[in-house]
């Protein structure tokens, strides 16, 4: 990989993200990347592999939508991790199985195992009350409501 291919595909996500206004999800994919390689090292490999082989060239090459590239490295990174299945998350809270990016949609990581939070793939700009629920309880395993809305 040249340093013209990545800043290319640096330039075209920056690019995306400002035209969607979507959140940038790197940061959470280099956390994820930073526990691949601590408990999956040949997983860690296989998923530089593909940032270089293929989602920068893929990007740069404006072959695929940037945000759409990211959202699939992401939901590798977390197959990866915690084999399972991924979804998006609707505004209204509905589940379905995740196909591809969309700006309104939570997408989550769902782990076959039972007790494992699910994993973040990527966040809509705003997430909905229903979004937000789904959020707080699979990914940040918040088990009560807030006190305001509790039955007495």
Avoid at 18 to 45: H, M
Avoid at 61 to 77: K, Q, S, V
Avoid at 86 to 110: K, N, Q
Avoid at 116 to 143: F, I, M, N
């Amino acid at each position: 990989m040249t340093e013209n291919v990545a800043a290319t595909a640096d330039a075209a996500l920056e690019a995306a993200l400002a035209q969607t206004g979507a959140r940038d999800p790197r940061d959470f994919y280099r956390e994820r990347l930073r526990e691949l390689k601590r408990v999956r090292p040949e997983e860690y490999q296989r998923a530089v592999s593909y940032y270089t082989e293929t989602l920068l060239p893929e990007v740069a090459g404006r072959r695929r939508d940037a945000l759409a590239a990211w959202t699939e490295y992401g939901r590798r990174l977390a197959e990866a991790l915690a084999p399972g299945r991924t979804v998006d998350i609707d505004e209204t809270g509905r589940a379905r199985p995740y196909e591809s990016w969309a700006a309104d949609r939570l997408i989550l990581h769902l782990p076959a195992d039972n007790g494992a939070r699910a994993l973040l793939v990527a966040l809509p700009r705003t997430l909905s009350p229903a979004q937000r629920a789904t959020y707080d309880v699979l990914v940040s395993g918040k088990q009560r409501i807030a006190a305001e809305a509790e039955l007495p």
